[in-house]
């Protein structure tokens, strides 16, 4: 009789453990969603609209979750943060504002505004925006979160284009031009290469590496972009690949200087799309995608190991109700070593796939390329579940969709 009291206390203890961990894995997540084009958060377990009429696009978390940004407004983008503590709301610039960006280490959010990069800090009191420097085609915060990274744009010459010059700006310059530095200059245009910007900065882990998209003109970025790398004191420069103008189509591992990105030409999606993996200093690239198969977004679940949104090559020609779904695949980088994790669906596929390394969870996107879901999974795969309905499927770009414009997910 003691025995089977003990046994149910250690079943029942198990049980309730297991209810704590699972409710403490959820729970450490923020979602910042849109849905009707009004931004939703879930928070705890709990869903709350924050908007409603005001078509909202593009939530990104501060570094410490505690503040949201976003923009307003179908025809002009008005930028807006929201504090999660109060609902307090604050508008740090009255004009459109583009390419909004939060400090890594505080609650600093910087942006452009016709060429001009400004900052606001949204924790000063009676704070106002500061102009940082002018002349600004693209920029990053460095990793800690002092200074920038700014790419001017070229300029056409008689004997053709220049290319982007790259500066480091400190992050309280005020248009001063001794506190900037000139850290590289992109090469003139010359055969296929042309840099009119450089744009999606990356650090590697060590941050010896910064990986960049060299932008030429609009027409042709749509088709093709070079991924360069440089160094981070300037004195290296390599051309790595083409690939599309997609900033979240390559990233470095998590602790290691491996870069994956995907690869191809093209504008299409469907086609010419392939995940290739480059250590440094090795100058080779691996290439991952299988003969017949294109790969699209993608996310580092460890330093080996890939999750990428696979399906099945096909023109742009195929009837929208025919084109291949996506479903999501694990790849080992080291071993080569693929297979798929989650299970074909009636008419759906699995896009944007997000890895929460603290709770080992994997989140993504399940669509029919006109409603969305977003769907959560344990480490082993056994607890799927869709975890929240009805998200807005942001525009279509021949098969491609920048899902970063309805969802933003921030690890507590």
Request: one cysteine or more; hydrophobic letters at 40%.
């Amino acid at each position: 009789m003691k025995r089977l009291i003990v046994s149910s206390s250690v079943v029942l203890f198990m049980f309730l453990c297991s209810i704590t961990i699972t409710s403490a894995e959820n729970n450490s997540v923020k979602v910042a969603f849109i849905r009707h084009h009004n931004l939703w958060i879930k928070v705890d377990g709990k869903e709350i609209q924050i908007t409603k009429g005001e078509y909202i696009t593009g939530p990104k978390w501060s570094y410490d979750g505690e503040w949201l940004a976003y923009v307003k407004g179908k025809k002009q983008s008005i930028l807006e943060l929201y504090r999660l503590k109060d609902g307090k709301k604050v508008t740090p610039f009255h004009s459109e504002a583009s390419n909004y960006q939060w400090s890594p280490t505080e609650n600093i959010i910087a942006f452009i505004f016709t060429g001009t990069l400004n900052t606001f800090d949204v924790e000063k009191k009676n704070a106002d925006f500061e102009n940082v420097s002018a002349g600004v085609g693209d920029y990053a915060w460095y990793p800690d979160g002092k200074n920038f990274l700014v790419s001017s744009e070229a300029h056409l010459l008689p004997t053709g284009w220049t290319g982007a010059q790259l500066y480091e700006v400190q992050k309280d310059a005020h248009m001063n031009p001794h506190k900037m530095k000139h850290l590289y200059a992109l090469p003139n245009e010359h055969d296929d290469f042309l840099a009119l910007v450089a744009s999606g900065f990356k650090w590697s882990p060590d941050q010896k590496w910064i990986s960049f998209l060299a932008v030429p003109t609009a027409s042709w970025s749509a088709d093709s972009n070079t991924l360069c790398l440089v160094r981070a004191d300037g004195s290296r420069f390599e051309k790595v690949d083409q690939m599309l103008l997609n900033a979240q189509w390559f990233q470095w591992a998590p602790s290691k200087n491996i870069l994956a990105y995907i690869e191809g030409s093209g504008r299409v999606a469907l086609e010419n799309k392939h995940l290739k993996v480059k250590e440094l200093p090795a100058l080779q690239q691996n290439i991952f995608t299988p003969k017949g198969y294109v790969d699209w977004d993608f996310v580092w679940k460890n330093d080996r190991v890939i999750i990428v949104s696979r399906a099945k090559e096909a023109g742009i020609e195929t009837p929208p109700e025919k084109r291949p779904l996506p479903s999501l695949y694990e790849v080992d980088s080291t071993s080569n070593a693929q297979h798929q994790i989650t299970k074909k669906t009636n008419k759906q596929g699995d896009y944007h796939p997000i890895f929460m390394k603290k709770s080992n969870q994997l989140i993504w996107i399940r669509s029919d390329r006109k409603k969305a879901d977003v769907w959560l999974a344990h480490k082993d795969r056994k607890q799927e579940k869709k975890w929240i309905e009805n998200i807005d499927v942001p525009a279509w770009y021949y098969e491609k969709w920048n899902w970063g414009n309805v969802i933003s997910v921030k690890e507590e």
